[in-house]
């Protein structure tokens, strides 16, 4: 055996050894490791959620405001713009943060949260021009901008959760902060519950009062992430993209509160040469066998998305039927409508979170995906088969199928496609995949409110939706095409050390009988 193949052996084996030491020595246990992950990046997925939700709470409360000439009612192409400027921050922002976070390493961490936290607040301050632009305008273009920083926390948040957490317990923790978006959704409904019982007097009197109300729902959203930016900014270097992207293993070992032997540091001294991060990603995707893995973590969220995006349009129906639409005064509409989504919220929704935090450790990523995927796909078609039925005769019944879909979607796919780009990766494109995977998605969302929009009113009047039945048909083929790319390209990472997924990897094992193996040889010889 030649010294250079020794050297080669020996280096695997010791970067095997030393990633088991991090693995065991840092986050692996709940310790402050631990915590500072989910304080971090979880205060960020709660307030992407909550920053998201609650302008579905605030545009009724700006058509009292800004539209009383159109029957207090924002025109709906309008309505359209302030609710998907945002959607279309987080496409661009995903892409951006993921490749950043690849070029320049996890430590850009905790500047998409700034972005969010000055977006939003000039969403709560958004004020007219005396000519031109008028209050909305300015809530569309802050939104956009708001939207980049939701967008920056996907890639980031998700790959330093994967590259802070221990083969057993990262899928658990991946789905705990990503749960947090459940969790944000309910916040932002009781925040406005609370604000609208303390302005109650105020707004009968005097509707314009809402004006203070949409503005502290929306400021309020800023407060989770100040109080954690400080812990973003100052979190260490990932110790795996500090190993295996910069070679640098003794700040690998600092990150964790580690010291390495001198042989091992001088083995591993940093890589000084600037990376060209887009050769190593034309690379390492050129081939199909990583590029599949791709397809089906990017497809897979996009068909999610698609019909996510389905469920929604049953939510006027779901308030109709259970007594929390339309009322006679603005405070009891705006009351109803808020009471009434907490209720939508946690039909299902909620409690699919948990599961996934319960379950993805001991079933896997695959089987919980393919789960979600068929049962989402039956849901639909018995919603689109019986609706008409459903809403005429048997209200409950269809309100029990409308929970059963978002309980699979959220104890499913929705959470599955987060954590699995975070992990099937190497580390030098992990962000980068993830980031496009996630702004695949998006693109779902915007395509399905835009065209979908549209199709739901196909053959009768403006927001009857008269061809919701077929448009839900549709929602159920998406869904199965999301179970196909599942079963064909999804690899299942549960208990696996993000070290496998290495281009370099070498089984500590195979590596040692390959060199006893040469070793025999070569004193046989």
């Not at 991090?22 to 500072?36: Q, S, Y």
């Not at 029957?71 to 661009?92: A, D, Y």
């Not at 893995?293 to 990017?298: K, R, S």
Request: with cysteine; charged share 15%.
């Amino acid at each position: 055996m030649t010294s250079s193949e020794q050297e080669r052996y020996a280096t695997a084996e010791q970067k095997l050894n030393s990633l088991e030491k991090l693995d065991d020595v840092g986050a692996g246990g709940w310790n402050w490791f631990t915590i500072r992950t989910i304080l971090t990046s979880g205060a960020g997925f709660f307030t992407d959620s909550y920053d998201v939700f609650i302008i579905n709470l605030v545009t009724p409360m700006l058509g009292y405001v800004y539209y009383a000439s159109n029957g207090n009612k924002m025109p709906s192409n309008i309505e359209g713009v302030i609710k998907g400027m945002s959607s279309v921050g987080t496409f661009f922002g995903q892409l951006l943060f993921g490749f950043l976070g690849d070029i320049l390493g996890r430590k850009i961490y905790g500047f998409e949260l700034l972005i969010i936290i000055i977006g939003t607040i000039n969403c709560a301050t958004s004020s007219s021009a005396i000519r031109g632009v008028s209050a909305i305008g300015f809530l569309g273009l802050w939104r956009l901008i708001l939207g980049v920083g939701i967008g920056g926390d996907y890639p980031m948040s998700a790959t330093i959760t994967s590259e802070w957490s221990t083969a057993g317990k990262r899928g658990m923790m991946m789905a705990l902060i990503f749960s947090m978006q459940g969790i944000g959704n309910l916040a932002a409904a009781i925040v406005t519950l609370i604000l609208l019982a303390i302005f109650k007097q105020a707004i009968i009197a005097d509707v314009m009062n809402l004006d203070y109300v949409w503005r502290l729902c929306i400021g309020l959203g800023a407060v989770p992430a100040v109080a954690t930016i400080y812990l973003r900014f100052t979190m260490p270097e990932s110790p795996r993209y500090s190993l295996n992207v910069e070679h640098d293993v003794e700040a690998a070992a600092q990150a964790k509160g580690q010291t390495v032997s001198n042989e091992l540091s001088q083995m591993y001294t940093k890589n000084e040469e600037k990376r060209d991060h887009w050769a190593e990603f034309r690379a390492y995707f050129g081939q199909w066998k990583n590029l599949k893995v791709l397809l089906g973590t990017a497809l897979s969220w996009f068909f999610l998305d698609v019909a996510f995006y389905g469920l929604g349009l049953n939510n006027s129906a779901i308030l109709s039927a259970i007594g929390y639409a339309s009322k006679p005064t603005p405070f009891e509409t705006l009351w109803a409508n808020t009471v009434g989504q907490i209720i939508i919220t946690c039909l299902g929704s909620v409690p699919g979170y948990y599961f996934t935090v319960f379950f993805v450790e001991k079933w896997g990523r695959r089987p919980i995906q393919i789960m979600g995927f068929t049962m989402t796909t039956i849901l639909f078609a018995i919603l689109a088969g019986c609706y008409n039925i459903l809403i005429e005769k048997s209200m409950p019944a269809f309100i029990f199928l409308f929970t059963l879909a978002q309980f699979f979607q959220n104890f499913g796919a929705n959470a599955t496609t987060f954590i699995i780009p975070g992990e099937v990766f190497p580390t030098k494109v992990r962000a980068s995949a993830h980031g496009i995977s996630a702004a695949s998605g998006k693109a779902g969302a915007i395509l399905a409110s835009f065209a979908f929009n549209v199709l739901v009113d196909h053959g009768g009047a403006p927001g009857k939706h008269a061809f919701l039945p077929e448009t839900l048909g549709i929602f159920s083929a998406v869904m199965f095409m999301g179970l196909v790319v599942t079963i064909l390209w999804i690899p299942e990472s549960k208990g696996k050390d993000l070290d496998e997924f290495e281009e370099e990897y070498t089984s500590q094992a195979s590596s040692s009988n390959t060199e006893t193996v040469q070793i025999d040889e070569g004193l046989k010889a």
